[in-house]
C-alpha cells in the first residue's frame, strides 16, 4: 500500500486529454457567463446562469484541487503553480458575472425563495438569497474584477511564497543523545514536539526557531501585503472590520461569537490549571508549562508508536461503532490511496482534506509520524472527508459549507475515536489518551484564542504601518500570554507562531482560527446528544452535515435542538473538558 496519494482519478497528468479539455472548455463556461449576466431580464435568466455556474464550478473544482495537490506534496513543481495561477486569474474574470447577478437579485420583485422554485433552482435558493444580500458589500463590477484579478499576483503570491519557503525550510537539529547534528525538515523537526523525551523537545524547540530568522522578513513581507489587502478591500465593501465579512461568510451571527467567547471566557482558567498541573507532572517547572511540553506524551504507554497500517486499523474499527457508513468512508480513502501519508522535503505543513465534487472524492494531507496524536490526526482528517461524502450529495453551489462548520465532523470523529477507546483500555493506560484529549481542547481553546488575539492586533496595526519581525514577534508573544496566562512558562514561548501557521496568509478566509474553537466546541456538545440517544443520532447527524452549506448556521443547528447563540450551550459544552480536566488531574495527583 503506498504511503502517497493516488490522484489518477482526477487527472492523470497536466498533459492527460482529459485535463486539456476541461481547460480548454472553462473559459468558454466563463465567457458565456459573463455575456449572459449583461442580459438578465427575468429570472429565468438567473436560472439557466445558475445551471452554468453549477457547470462551471464543477469543472474548476476538479481543475484547481488536481493542481493544489501536487503542489501540496511538491512546492517546487512548476506546473502545478503555473495552473494554480491561470485558474485564479480566470476565476477573477467571473467577478463580473456574480456582481451583475447580485444585483439583479437584490433589486428583483418577489420572493427570491418563491422564484427559485417556479424556476426549477430551488435546491439554491438560499445561496441566491444570501447574494442578493452580499451587493451591498460589493464594489462596482470593474472594481470586483480588477480587485479579483490584482489578488492573483498579490495576496494570492504571497500566500504561496510562504507556502514555499516553509516547505524548503530546514533546521540544524543537534541530538541530545548522541551530540549528533543534522539538517532535517520543518515539519519532521516539529514532529520532535511529540517526543517522549523532554531534551528532545527542547532542543527540537530550540532548532526550530533557531531557523525562523533565515525566512522571517520573507513571511513578514508576505502577511503585512496579505493583511494590508484585506484591510483596504474590506473598508471599499463597507465592512467595518474584516471579521465582519468573515461573519458575513460564514452566515454567523456576531451574537454567535460573542455567546461563544463569553462562554470562554467564564473557565478559561480551567485550561490554564491544566497545564500547570501538567507542568508540575513531567516536571517542567512551577512556572507553568514551557512551549515545548505542550504536547509533550504522558502516560505509561507514552513511550509506544504505531505504523501508520495500525492507525488505519484503529481509526476504521471505531468508526464503525459510530455507524458501519463513517467505517465504509474511512475504509475507501485507506483502500483506494486517498491520503499523503509522511513528511518530506518540498511538502507542505500540517494536515488537511480537500474534496472533488466532480468525481464525489477527497483526499488527505497528513505529516504523520507514529505517535497516538497522528492517530487522532487521521481521524480528524477523515472526519472531514465524512463531512465531504454527506454534502457532495447536494449540488456543488450547496457544498461550501462555513468555516465554523468545518471543523465539526472532524473533531466529532476524534471523539468517536478516543472515547470508544477509552472504554476498552485498561486504567493504568489511559491517562495517555485522556492527556491528548485535553492537548487538543487547549489548542483550539487558549491556543486559537491567541491566535484570534493576533490575527486582531495585526489588522488593527497594519492600519497605520507595515510591521516589523520585532512588532509581529511582540504581538504573538503578547497574545500568548493573554490566552495562556500562568498556564505557560512567559519565558518559554513560541514568538514565530504568525510564521509557520498558514491560516494567517489567505486573504479570502481572515480570522481562519476561531472556527476551531466553534467546532470543537460544538462536537462535544454534539457528542453529549449522541451518547444520551445514540440509536436516533446518526441519521439526524448526516442529515445535518448534509445541508450545512445552505442555510445559516444557527438554523443547521436548530435541527438538532442547538441554539448557538446562548451561551448556556457553550458553557455546557466546556463542563464536559472540564470534567476530563478534572479526571486528569485526579489521575495524576
Same mark, same amino acid.
Given at each position: ?103 439583479? #437579485?437584490? *433589486? @428583483?420583485?418577489? %420572493?427570491?425563495?418563491?422564484?427559485? +422554485?417556479?424556476? /426549477?433552482?430551488?435546491?439554491? $435558493? ?116 474584516? #471579521?465582519? *465579512? @468573515?461573519?458575513? %461568510?460564514?452566515?454567523?451571527?456576531? +451574537?454567535?461569537? /460573542?455567546?461563544?467567547?463569553? $462562554? ?326
Amino acid at each position: 500500500m503506498s504511503e502517497k496519494w493516488c490522484l489518477n482519478e482526477i487527472y492523470t497528468s497536466f498533459d492527460s486529454a482529459e485535463f486539456k479539455a476541461d481547460f480548454l472548455e472553462l473559459p468558454k463556461i466563463a465567457e458565456k457567463m459573463n455575456t449572459l449576466s449583461g442580459e438578465i431580464i427575468s429570472f429565468k435568466d438567473v436560472a439557466y446562469l445558475t445551471r452554468l455556474l453549477e457547470d462551471y464550478d464543477t469543472k474548476n473544482d476538479r481543475l484547481s484541487s488536481y493542481a493544489h495537490f501536487i503542489y501540496a506534496t511538491d512546492t517546487s513543481n512548476a506546473d502545478a503553480s503555473k495552473f494554480i495561477y491561470l485558474l485564479d486569474a480566470l476565476n477573477a474574470e467571473t467577478s463580473r458575472m456574480k456582481v451583475r447577478l447580485a444585483k439583479y #437579485l437584490a *433589486k @428583483t420583485d418577489g %420572493d427570491i425563495y418563491a422564484l427559485a +422554485k417556479e424556476n /426549477d433552482v430551488e435546491e439554491y $435558493a438560499f445561496q441566491l438569497k444570501h447574494m442578493s444580500e452580499e451587493y451591498s458589500h460589493m464594489m462596482s463590477e470593474d472594481e470586483e474584477t480588477l480587485a479579483a484579478l490584482m489578488s492573483n499576483t498579490g495576496s494570492g503570491a504571497w500566500s504561496m511564497l510562504q507556502d514555499k519557503i516553509i516547505s524548503m525550510l530546514t533546521c540544524e537539529y543537534t541530538c541530545p543523545k548522541t551530540d549528533e547534528t543534522k539538517t532535517i525538515g520543518i515539519n519532521e523537526c516539529r514532529n520532535l514536539a511529540y517526543d517522549c523525551d523532554s531534551a528532545i523537545r527542547k532542543a527540537a524547540y530550540e532548532a526550530e526557531l533557531a531557523a525562523y530568522p533565515k525566512i522571517q522578513e520573507s513571511c513578514a513581507a508576505a502577511i503585512n501585503s496579505i493583511k494590508g489587502e484585506v484591510n483596504l478591500l474590506s473598508k471599499l465593501r463597507k465592512f467595518d472590520h474584516p #471579521l465582519d *465579512k @468573515t461573519l458575513f %461568510d460564514s452566515n454567523m451571527t456576531r +451574537k454567535t461569537l /460573542d455567546a461563544m467567547f463569553e $462562554a470562554i471566557d467564564a473557565d478559561i482558567q480551567c485550561f490554564r490549571d491544566y497545564l500547570k498541573t501538567k507542568a508540575r507532572y513531567i516536571s517542567s517547572g512551577e512556572a507553568g508549562l514551557a512551549f515545548y511540553d505542550l504536547f509533550a506524551p504522558v502516560g505509561n504507554s507514552a513511550e509506544k508508536t504505531f505504523t501508520y497500517e495500525e492507525a488505519q486499523s484503529f481509526v476504521a474499527e471505531n468508526f464503525g461503532k459510530f455507524s458501519s457508513e463513517m467505517e465504509k468512508v474511512a475504509r475507501l480513502a485507506f483502500d483506494k490511496n486517498w491520503i499523503d501519508v509522511s513528511p518530506r522535503e518540498g511538502k507542505v505543513s500540517g494536515a488537511f482534506c480537500g474534496d472533488i465534487y466532480a468525481i464525489k472524492q477527497f483526499r488527505v494531507l497528513l505529516n504523520f509520524g507514529g505517535n497516538l496524536s497522528d492517530i487522532i490526526t487521521l481521524a480528524h482528517e477523515i472526519g472531514h472527508g465524512y463531512h465531504s461524502m454527506q454534502v457532495m450529495q447536494e449540488g456543488i453551489l450547496n457544498t461550501g459549507y462555513p468555516m465554523p462548520l468545518a471543523e465539526t465532523a472532524s473533531t466529532f470523529c476524534e471523539l468517536i475515536v478516543t472515547n470508544a477507546v477509552l472504554k476498552t483500555l485498561p486504567e493504568n493506560e489511559k491517562l495517555q489518551l485522556i492527556e491528548i484529549g485535553l492537548q487538543d481542547a487547549t489548542q483550539v481553546i487558549l491556543d486559537i484564542y491567541s491566535r484570534y488575539l493576533f490575527e486582531k492586533s495585526v489588522f488593527e496595526a497594519r492600519l497605520d504601518h507595515p510591521l516589523s519581525v520585532q512588532e509581529l514577534n511582540e504581538l504573538m508573544l503578547a497574545a500568548q500570554r493573554a490566552a495562556y496566562g500562568d498556564g505557560l512558562d512567559p519565558q518559554k514561548l513560541h514568538p514565530y507562531m504568525w510564521a509557520i501557521k498558514p491560516h494567517y496568509y489567505s486573504a479570502h478566509n481572515s480570522f481562519y482560527n476561531f472556527p476551531y474553537a466553534f467546532g470543537h466546541l460544538l462536537a462535544n456538545g454534539l457528542y453529549k446528544i449522541y451518547d444520551q440517544d445514540p440509536g436516533s443520532f446518526s441519521e439526524k447527524y448526516n442529515n445535518f452535515l448534509r445541508v450545512s452549506g445552505k442555510m445559516p448556521i444557527t438554523e443547521s443547528c436548530k435541527q438538532l435542538g442547538i441554539d448557538v447563540e446562548n451561551s448556556a450551550f457553550w458553557k455546557s459544552a466546556i463542563d464536559v473538558i472540564k470534567s476530563q480536566i478534572n479526571t486528569f488531574k485526579e489521575m495524576t495527583a
